[in-house]
């Protein structure tokens, strides 16, 4: 579809807020008022943002508890497989499938398969690592990750007008009003 | 659920409720908290002091390369261990090292679900020290193996000899905790430093700055939905990381435990072992925390507040120590086995009754000063009282590791222990490798986390419907 539209590609409109409270009141508002394809830059997590864009449920936990299972069950499956059948070997008189002995090794895969889940679950889920994105073509966008905040509005919302979208964001009071060039 | 990073209750409350000094100085804002800390990096640029620090740790890690590279021509018996003493320093200073890492994850995960507001500060730090500090101990090990080249056969893989690890081996189960460790607590730092590699990435004066951070923060952008999945993701690591890090020096204590040897095999050394391990990894924290804030400026940061914190964890975890020391001793009495009984008495008594005694003075006696608020104000005393600390930890791990080998249960069998020049050697070597990593880490990366204290300032609060 994109191919369709002529240069410079319009990915949304980017208001720049001061603070915190004044970036929830504004994703608030742009919700109420019908947008649903926006996102919200801040410099650290901010509980009540998440919130205010419309709750979405994370699969992460899904995936960290399913790595964790798998670790669980490949790391004891790797001891019994080991020690039960492919080099069975008479220790002190302990029967070849000693679980007891199996627990610590099958815990530290547990906890290895289900951290790895997590991080790389997180980054899968962000879309990470992704060098190239629409919002660092504003320059002040660079603030973002220090003491600015940021709402955008992408022009693939159904609602999106370019310039009525601006004149809705330029009544939230925000510092700013930039186009972000896709 | 994702409420990691930020506390609810509002953080200037915390510190007037708790009473004492604050977690952060008055006055920040969210650009002056990251100018401040980020300029350390960025633009402060390398002071004069940093480069003679450096520089001496770089002369320890080549006397450690030394050290290494003689170990390989000539084998372990350039070192001081024979028979009856086959664990000398390397299992000593092994066991040392991994203790002092855990303080990093118990800085950075317990106190993270706990919701302790004050850990903010000395978190980052505090898991670079643990990634460096597990980097030295897992070199101890290795190195200790005679053919260390042959490392890999600890590694279940399918090979042309038919051969498998012994998984109802303690030592096998050692490969798996300490690399487990290692593999998460270097995800847990990342990911904590992944905004932070944003802010410098966005505010680097140099082209190779920006690329470089550019590069490792992966083209973070600080999306709301980013975020929220990153704070479950922290949350969960550091969910898992709590039970990780008990179970890593549960298995070190096995390593002794599940053997026979007088002195070694007794079941108070997992939770003693673990306690023990925080003890040492507070001291570190305070012996590296001191002398950081005072050359960086960074008391507004890294407050009193911090130091008394840590001072009081370290006085609760030396005393479960000593008790530990004391259930020892009885269960050895209450046991009724000769060797058993003759292992505390050998200890007081024996040709190694200076260490113990210098090690009780050291992890018991001295750190009860901590009882005093005039003593948990003082940064001097502190200081002094963390390096003595880290000292009687040593000597800790040198008694239980000598002393329970040198007398075995027949005379004849009898032995004594020194240390050589190449047991030196390696050991100050790993003190300097750990030092150089340090210094690189501060010069290179931020060593408090910015997101964090952006979310801890009372501006970050979100006041609704204004």
Redesign the interface.
């Given at each position: 579809m994109r191919t369709m539209r002529t240069p410079p590609f319009v990915y949304g409109v980017m208001a720049e807020f001061e603070d915190p409270s004044a970036l929830v009141e504004a994703a608030n508002r742009t919700r109420e008022e019908g947008y649903q394809k926006i996102d919200a830059y801040s410099p650290f997590p901010i509980e009540a943002l998440h919130d205010a864009l419309g709750k979405h449920h994370s699969r992460l936990p899904l995936v960290v508890l399913i790595g964790g299972l798998v670790g669980c069950v490949a790391g004891y499956g790797l001891q019994y497989w080991v020690s039960a059948i492919a080099y069975p070997i008479n220790v002190g008189g302990k029967p070849f499938h000693s679980w007891p002995a199996f627990i610590p090794v099958t815990f530290e895969c547990t906890i290895l398969a289900a951290a790895l889940s997590a991080v790389l679950g997180m980054l899968a889920l962000n879309g990470l690592p992704m060098p190239y994105h629409p919002v660092f073509n504003v320059p002040r966008f660079a603030l973002a990750s220090r003491n600015r905040f940021f709402l955008v509005i992408e022009s693939r919302d159904a609602k999106f007008d370019i310039d009525k979208t601006r004149a809705f964001l330029e009544t939230l009071k925000p510092r700013e009003v930039t186009t972000v060039e896709d | 659920m994702?409420?990691g990073?930020?506390p609810?209750e509002d953080p200037g409350q915390a510190v007037a409720a708790s009473g004492g000094p604050p977690v952060i100085a008055p006055g920040y804002?969210?650009?002056s908290v990251?100018?401040k800390i980020s300029a350390i990096v960025l633009t402060r640029g390398t002071p004069l002091g940093w480069w003679l620090g450096f520089l001496l740790a770089f002369a320890l890690v080549n006397v450690l390369l030394v050290s290494i590279t003689y170990l390989l021509v000539k084998g372990v018996g350039i070192w001081g261990i024979d028979i009856p003493v086959g664990w000398g320093f390397a299992i000593v200073n092994f066991v040392w090292w991994i203790g002092i890492g855990h303080a990093g994850t118990l800085i950075s995960a317990i106190l993270l679900l706990l919701k302790q507001t004050w850990r903010t500060s000395i978190n980052r730090f505090a898991e670079a020290m643990t990634l460096f500090a597990v980097s030295c101990a897992g070199l101890f090990p290795l190195i200790h193996m005679g053919r260390p080249w042959l490392a890999y056969w600890m590694v279940?893989y399918p090979n042309t000899m038919?051969?498998?690890?012994?998984?109802?081996s303690?030592l096998?189960?050692d490969v798996?905790?300490v690399s487990?460790y290692a593999?998460?607590s270097l995800?847990?730092w990342?990911?904590g430093l992944i905004?932070d590699l944003?802010?410098l990435?966005?505010?680097s004066p140099s082209r190779a700055g920006r690329v470089i951070y550019?590069?490792l923060a992966?083209?973070?952008?600080?999306?709301?939905?980013?975020?929220?999945?990153?704070?479950?993701?922290y949350l969960?690591?550091a969910g898992?990381?709590t039970?990780?890090v008990v179970?890593v020096h549960t298995?070190v204590s096995?390593d002794f435990a599940i053997a026979i040897v007088p002195g070694w095999h007794t079941t108070i050394f997992p939770p003693y072992f673990v306690a023990g391990a925080i003890y040492s990894g507070f001291a570190m924290v305070l012996t590296l925390a001191i002398p950081i804030r005072a050359i960086y400026g960074l008391e507004d940061f890294i407050t009193m507040r911090h130091l008394q914190n840590m001072a009081k964890v370290m006085l609760v975890t030396g005393l479960i120590v000593a008790y530990g020391y004391l259930v020892e001793a009885f269960i050895a009495w209450y046991s009724g086995d000769r060797f058993e009984r003759f292992v505390p008495f050998n200890r007081v008594t024996g040709p190694y009754a200076l260490f113990y005694a210098a090690l009780i003075l050291c992890n018991v006696v001295i750190p009860q000063a901590l009882w005093l608020k005039r003593v948990r104000n003082s940064v001097p005393v502190l200081f002094v009282i963390a390096i003595i600390v880290n000292v009687g930890m040593w000597l800790e791990r040198f008694i239980i590791v000598v002393t329970s080998l040198h007398r075995d249960f027949l005379t004849s069998s009898w032995g004594m222990y020194s240390p050589t020049f190449w047991d030196w050697a390696t050991f100050v070597g790993t003190i300097g490798l750990f030092l150089a990593l340090l210094f690189l880490f501060l010069r290179f990366l931020p060593m408090i986390s910015i997101?964090?204290m952006?979310?801890i300032l009372p501006?970050?609060?979100?006041?609704?419907?204004?």
């Open positions: - | 994702a409420e990073l930020v609810n804002t969210f650009g990251t100018d279940p038919g051969v498998w690890p012994q998984f109802r303690p096998v189960w798996f905790a487990t593999t998460v995800m847990f990342f990911v905004p944003a802010t990435r966005d505010r550019g590069m992966m083209g973070w952008r600080g999306s709301a939905r980013h975020w929220h999945r990153y704070e479950i993701a969960l690591l898992l990381a039970p990780l179970s298995v096995f997101a964090e952006r979310a501006e970050a609060k979100v006041e609704e419907g204004r």
